[in-house]
């Protein structure tokens, strides 16, 4: 047993011995210290949290007698930066020295290590994670404090209210005395119950030493230096490469292999046979890939997207959207009555938008390692993934093993997106199948070609808006209907029968438009089984959603004569927030100065509790259609900043995949098959092609919400209103290809 | 075939096929990993590495090319992450995800070795090889423009 898995058995048997509350309406975070007794070798602890001897506080925190601090962070790392901002939400309450922390990464326990706010699981995703864990975190802090407050007090026999501390030592100011944490760590008694800890002891926000306050990313400098570790990165002693041929259509399997060209190549080991595809095993990934390339494969024609083509798709999903073609339908939004109020208005608008397919493009390639014991019953991974225990149970299931034979080395991702976080985490699952065929470790490496053909995209979706007016031209009713392929039941069968209650909750997100002042609204989403492989991709559904209520509100103010602004402030006049975002991002842009050839486009979105705008500055090359994006703005109200640069980073990313959604990127599927191969036909944005980008926190002390991807949907409406201004057109179809672009300004 | 060549000013002999792409050699032979597979078709620039000087995608190069050449990796840019654009790269807070960054450093470092002063416009087209999906290229330009100011 490694001492990984003794780790793990160790915290298993503790959690059992004490016991976690688990209540009947989900998870109650339990809070239990004293897990172990005081003193305790911290190498057997809940956490291996840290080196040396030290006490174990509770299962997030351990104080080594040299007065390290080691946090648990149960996030995983795509770049995101929250395996910093969770344990500095701790370290703030416990006013940790934050040179002394060190963080740790959460054993795949949910739990206690879960999102309280994301169905108490471990997944990192949909900019949930800092929202999710704020509350409980700081309560773990201070009541961490607290008890080193109490141990002190009675080692000096004071009162505690006479303490106070500083950053990683208590303080005694009416005497002088000063003992630090590891001091205390090295005699305190943790109680068995948790100290109460009212809101109003908690730190007043004017008092924060870190949040709000940046803090270098703890991974950062192994980035700049090439000691970062990626699952791709990993090298254990005898392993073999693998790579795998998955069938090109989801549900097809292999009917004929011809290998023989295959097992020619120098170094090839094994070929294998899956219900899925064909992997190869040799000796140097060259070889893998060679092998992998020559096999030859007649494929069975019973995948259910067979003959598939992303081209007529869409005159299907229109026909769904508008109700010829009968399908499932779910409620995004319902306000009030909009398909009785239709009947009263004097004027009603219509018009109706188009997304493609988008594509990942994660950086790394997927990829992971597995070492399967030779009798099968027990696994060691290594990947990077978006939900430990999804690895964790995808390796179990594969294997036909309990969970707690599977020993998880949760690894840095070249990226996420959404692509690592589907439960049945297939690319970790290939090299555990491979490493049990030929029972050594097997890193298995998707090449690019691989990752594009194997995607798991952003659905195609179209929207049929509508909107009806009273005599004073002021809406009354919104009717937003529209079809997409069913993201969440392929994404994640288990949650979407389990708490998604059967809803496409990753497609409908986005649907709603709670902050603008229209009295009766109606969203219905119309999620289709098509078999096309489809999960969430950053900005989830509001990608496309916004693309279509956003480009479609600012086609009334035009119909209406007003100025965009106006009317979104119009629009806006009962949500302060989102008010002030508006006005801000305006006149960051100057929005009333006048621009020779240029266009400015503005967007709005309420995002999980976000508010935020953008304002897109554009020119467009009007022989070829082509659009140059020379300047983008935003103001983010995320309430309070945790990490404030590195909410501009991540708005600054945000902008920048949605500029390549919404201007390149397109997934077209013919006769069922991806047809992109690559960088150089699935085209993303390069240096060259990125505008100045403008970001304003609006930091206010309201409950933090997410960043991570907020911006992305805000993109394609502000670029689409932006060509309008400018030209007239209206190009309601994104990505807003030149010649989509040419076409509308053509007409 | 065996080859030598120089890896961070160390001398190393590699046996394998005369057309292996040096990228797989770097990682799995000589087991510096800091240089990334990204694509495989030199679109990227994940792959970035030195050559005599030279910036090149050693996902593109074969092994047969390099012999008795000088290579360098991210590893050998410098001891402790000390060269102007590692530490104008942190005080930037550029990377993300980082997958892309050991190339995008090694680009930028090709850049300034040979024109300490780049304009804005000059860092943009140079740094339009690397491909980051994380979006970092604001920083990136800031990055390299501090590093040419405090080299």
């Known amino acids: ?67 390290t601090v080691a946090i648990i962070s149960p996030a995983t790392e795509m770049g995101q930066g929250s395996t910093t901002s969770l344990p500095l939400i701790i370290a703030e309450e416990l006013d940790a020295d934050w040179s002394k922390v060190r963080i740790v990464p959460a054993p795949p326990i949910e739990a206690i290590y879960g999102n309280p706010g994301f169905y108490g699981s471990m997944y990192t995703a949909g900019s949930a994670t800092v929202t999710g864990y704020f509350k409980v975190l700081r309560q773990f802090g201070a009541q961490v404090r607290r008890v080193l407050l109490d141990n002190a007090a009675r080692h000096w026999s004071v009162p505690v209210e006479e303490l106070t501390t500083e950053p990683n030592v208590v303080v005694h100011l009416k005497s002088g005395r000063r003992m630090g944490y590891g001091e205390i760590a090295g005699f305190a008694s943790v109680p068995e119950k948790a100290p109460e800890i009212a809101p109003e002891h908690l730190k007043q926000p004017s008092r924060f030493r870190l949040i709000g306050k940046d803090v270098m990313r703890s991974e950062l400098p192994s980035k700049v230096n090439g000691s970062a570790r990626y699952s791709i990165d990993v090298q254990v002693p005898d392993m073999l490469y693998g790579a795998v041929l998955r069938a090109p259509i989801e549900g097809s399997s292999p009917e004929k292999v011809d290998d023989a060209k295959s097992r020619a190549i120098t170094g090839v080991v094994k070929v294998v046979k899956f219900p899925f595809g064909v992997g190869v095993v040799a000796q140097t990934p060259w070889a893998a890939f060679a092998a992998k390339n ?70 790394e390639p997927l990829n992971a390692l597995a070492s399967v014991s030779p009798a099968g019953d027990t696994a060691e991974i290594w990947c990077g993934t978006q939900s430990q225990p999804m690895a964790v149970d995808a390796t179990a299931k594969a294997l036909g093993i309990p969970t707690d034979k599977v020993v998880l080395h949760d690894m840095l991702m070249g990226g996420g997106f959404g692509r690592r976080g589907n439960r049945d985490q297939e690319f970790v699952v290939d090299a555990v199948l491979l490493s049990k065929e030929v029972k050594r470790p097997v890193k298995v490496m998707w090449t690019r070609e691989d990752d594009v053909h194997n995607g798991r995209f952003r659905p195609l979706s179209v929207h049929i808006l509508r909107a009806g007016f009273d005599p004073d031209g002021s809406p009354i009713a919104w009717h937003h209907r529209y079809a997409t392929d069913n993201a969440g039941k392929f994404q994640d069968p288990l949650k979407y029968n389990g708490p998604w209650k059967q809803r496409d909750v990753i497609s409908i997100a986005g649907a709603d438009i709670p902050s603008y002042a229209i009295p009766n609204r109606l969203a219905e989403h119309f999620p289709i089984d098509t078999g096309i492989r489809v999960v969430a991709l950053r900005g989830i559904g509001f990608v496309a959603n916004k693309f279509a209520t956003e480009v479609f509100i600012d086609e009334i103010a035009y119909k209406r004569g007003i100025d965009p602004l106006a009317w979104r402030l119009e629009l806006l006049k009962n949500a302060p927030r989102a008010r002030k975002v508006v006005e801000s991002v305006a006149a960051m842009a100057k929005w009333d100065r006048k621009r020779d050839d240029r266009g400015l486009g503005l967007a709005y979105i309420d995002y999980s509790g976000t508010s935020i705008a953008g304002v897109a500055e554009v020119s467009v090359e009007r022989r070829t259609g082509q659009i140059r994006v020379s300047n983008f703005w935003v103001a983010i109200d995320q309430g309070i900043a945790v990490q404030p640069d590195n909410i501009i980073a991540q708005t600054e990313s945000s902008v920048v995949y949605g500029l390549g959604l919404s201007l390149t990127e397109r997934i077209s599927i013919k006769h069922g098959e991806v047809q992109e191969s690559n960088f150089y036909d699935y085209t993303v944005m390069r240096n060259r092609d990125v505008p100045e980008i403008h970001v304003e926190v609006i930091a206010t002390d309201n409950h933090p919400t997410g960043v991570g991807q907020m911006a992305t949907p805000l993109v394609g409406p502000a670029l689409s209103n932006a060509v309008a201004a400018l030209t007239g057109a209206r190009v309601r179809h994104s990505p807003l290809l030149p010649e989509r672009v040419l076409a509308v300004m053509k007409a | 075939m065996a080859v030598t060549f120089s890896v961070n000013g160390t001398s190393v002999t590699i046996d394998a096929p005369a057309a292996t792409p040096l990228l797989w050699v770097i990682r799995e032979q000589v087991k510096l990993t800091g240089t990334k597979f990204g694509c495989g078709a030199g679109l990227c620039g994940a792959c970035m590495i030195h050559i005599d000087g030279e910036r090149a995608f050693s996902c593109q190069v074969q092994l047969s090319e390099v012999s008795g050449r000088s290579v360098k990796t991210i590893e050998g840019l410098s001891g402790d992450s000390s060269h102007p654009v590692q530490k104008a790269w942190l005080a930037e807070n550029v990377p993300q995800c980082g997958y892309c960054q050991s190339g995008q450093i090694m680009s930028a470092a090709a850049l300034l070795a040979k024109n300490p002063k780049p304009s804005r416009d000059e860092i943009v087209e140079h740094m339009s090889t690397n491909i980051c999906r994380c979006g970092t290229y604001p920083r990136i330009v800031r990055a390299i423009q501090r590093a040419s100011r405090e080299a």
């Open chain 1, 1 to 67: 047993m490694t001492a990984l898995q003794q780790d793990y058995r160790n915290a298993q048997q503790v959690m059992n011995r004490r016991g976690f509350m688990v209540g009947a309406a989900g998870l109650t975070f339990g809070f239990s210290l004293g897990l172990l007794e005081a003193g305790t070798p911290v190498g057997n602890g809940v956490a291996q949290a840290a080196t040396g001897n030290g006490t174990v506080m509770n299962p997030w925190v351990t104080i080594a007698s040299d007065g």
């Open chain 1, 294 to 363: 020559a096999l030859t494969v007649t494929w069975s024609r019973d995948g259910k997207a067979q003959g598939f083509d992303s081209d007529e798709a869409f005159e299907t999903y229109t026909a769904v959207a508008r109700g010829t073609v009968a399908n499932p339908v779910e409620i995004g939004e319902k306000v009030g009555d909009a398909p009785g109020t239709f009947d009263k208005a004097t004027t009603v608008m219509e018009a109706e938008y188009r997304c493609d397919y988008a594509y990942h493009a994660q950086m």
